[in-house]
């Protein structure tokens, strides 16, 4: 069965700091998978999302970047962290033909 | 701008009621519909999908779809406690290469 895997699950980062956060996924090939941010009261924000190695979209331009270095591998990350970077960050797969997705676990980030 | 919207609640009913939640959307000719429930402080768990018109049962759930209307539904039958939590409606637009549409949810309140 597939299992998706996101860590840390809490971190706290002072402004300015680097930021790299990492989810991998087992039991699947070729998943397609996204970034999503979840800030204190609010939806859901899709931030980046990759159908393929190297292959990487971004929805909101700001200072998160995504990099996808093995199929089954995504990982976000920052240069320097904002306090606005605060929020719960959400990883998630699905297959290729459409379906809804698996989150993972999730991370809490609070940048102070 | 496609968009997902839901009644932020809370909608509180009692124990052994039912439970109706509501979802519209905007883009006509979107095809994959789904409900996610999410719990305080964790990360969203898919519980139902419908892709076509009318309901969809799963045990005490049933997902409603009217295309025409642009709207979906979610019914919790014999509402528990343990079903108190945020419901997301998400929304996959048509398009290839793009990611589910999700609503901010609706909080849900079962008291005993």
């Known amino acids: 069965s597939q299992t998706i895997h996101q860590w840390p699950a809490t971190l706290v980062q002072p402004v300015g700091s680097p930021l790299s956060l990492e989810c991998t996924v087992e039991?699947?090939?070729?998943?397609?998978l996204y970034w999503y941010r979840q800030a204190a009261g609010r939806g859901l924000q899709l931030l980046f999302y990759s159908i393929g190695i190297g292959q990487i979209s971004s929805e909101v331009p700001q200072n998160l970047s995504a990099s996808r270095p093995q199929d089954r591998q995504f990982i976000l990350s920052s240069k320097k962290l904002l306090l606005s970077d605060s929020g719960f960050y959400l990883c998630?797969?699905?297959?290729?033909?459409?379906?809804?997705?698996?989150f993972g676990s999730g991370t809490r980030l609070t940048v102070v | 701008q496609k968009e997902v919207e839901q009644n932020s609640g809370p909608l509180s009913v009692p124990e052994g009621a039912i439970a109706s939640l509501n979802c519209t959307y905007s883009?006509?000719?979107?095809?994959?519909f789904f409900w996610y429930r999410q719990y305080s402080g964790k990360s969203p768990e898919l519980i139902m999908s419908?892709?076509?018109?009318g309901d969809k049962e799963d045990g005490r759930f049933t997902a409603q779809l009217n295309k025409a209307s642009q709207y979906v539904s979610l019914l919790i039958r014999d509402s528990q406690p343990s079903d108190s939590a945020t419901y997301l409606c998400?929304?996959?637009?048509?398009?290839?290469?793009?990611?589910?549409?999700f609503g901010k949810g609706t909080t849900l309140s079962v008291s005993s």
């Open positions: 998630a797969w699905s297959g290729n033909r459409g379906g809804g997705y698996t």
């Open positions: 998400a929304v996959n637009p048509p398009q290839a290469g793009t990611a589910l549409i």
């Open positions: 039991g699947t090939s070729n998943p397609n």
């Open positions: 419908i892709y076509s018109n």
């Open positions: 883009d006509r000719v979107s095809q994959s």
